[in-house]
């Protein structure tokens, strides 16, 4: 069964199918969750969460896009609730950032990105952040804002400085 | 997709070691591959982790509180265990039809403070007396009752579902006849009259629902409260006399024996055939 055709038997209050749609989805989220938070608390309520509004949504899911990027966007702004509620730390701005790429992820995906790849690696943590959640989580300035602990306004400013320094870099 | 993850780049993406590019590439590969979200999840399992099982399970019991009606959410939001809120919530909606009944007492109510006639009156204390009986013989009777299969299967004490589902059908049913009282309040306390005849009544129909179904010791009660005036030919006003007097002890009396035998009878109880 497609994951489509589960969420359209989701849709009729199918326990199973939601089950076997958390047996796939799941891992993924959890993983890209634990990416964008380091408190395992918060992502296992987004998580969690994020199935019940499938659970609630499921007749609303028209089919157009693909369902794994249905359910991200779910997830990400379920994430998002919860962190504005507790006002923890921002997310996870690791060493992961700064890091040296190894030359056997330049040659797995350097074909897929060329220097954008180095490009992006180059950006400092902070600018990085913001690009990687309204370009990759397709998330609005504001909702940005919200996940990564700062104001909207800074957010458009640092994307303003990534797209400056990016395009540098890539000239 | 030009390319897939590989099991070692699937295991250092959920270690969170890859560099920003390459997390960058991975997320927004896998929500358009099944392929890939495969190998996460099976690495996923492969690891033990525990937060997966942990979250389903607390998504199971989220949903069950999203499926089950407002009425049942709300009893346990005050404190009640779960299988008390769902047997009081099947009560409760076995009664909604009792509900409409007590309207109609209510409707009677307006009509004889309205009136200001005795005829009127009493016949608001004879319908407002039923209320209590009625309430009781939906929540136990078996062709009314929703929950009855739910009563048959709960392990929990028969006598304790007795007391529970009296409780929840006795309350409501004095609480609105209660309010209807209130419109004849200048007849004085006798506008209450049929409160203690209505709660015998109720308790007498359950005693009575140990040798008979209580459907029928209601309908026997029931004709029997109606048809007494009638076959006494005694003018309303002198029955509403006899009601707030003498009736009320042998209201009293009533109950407290019925009660007895409950009580007396508890270990043999089995309202499950009722």
Redesign the interface.
Known sequence: MSDDQLVAAIAGASNDALAELYRRHAPWLLARLRHRCADDGIVAEALQDTFVAVWKAATSFDGRGAAGAWLWGIAIRQLIGKLRKRHPEPMVLDERWGRAVSAEELVLFGTEHGDLAGALDRLSPELRAVVQATVLDGLTTREAGHLLGIPAGTVKSRMTRARAEMRGALV | M??HL?PT?AKD??G??????????I??H?????E???L??D???AAN?P??D???Q??TI??DD?TRPWSERALTRVGLSPETARLLGATSRARLSFLLAMLLTVGIAIVAAHGGRDAEFGAFLSVAALGPLVATALAFGRRVDPAHALVTTTPTSVWRIVLLRTAASLIPAVAITGLASLIVRERGWVAVAWLLPGIAMAVVSLALSIWVPIEHAALGLATAWIAAPVVALRPAGELIDTTAGLGQLVAIGAATLAALVITYSRSTLDFRET
């Not at chain 2, 070691?17 to 960058?24: L, N």
């Not at chain 2, 896998?30 to 099944?34: I, Q």
Request: with cysteine.
């Open positions: 030009s390319w590989s780049s993406y959920i969170q070691r890859h560099s920003g590019s390459t997390v960058a590439s997320e927004s896998l929500p358009t591959c099944g890939c979200r495969r996460i999840a690495v996923t399992t982790e937060l997966l942990q979250v389903w607390r998504v989220a949903l999203v």
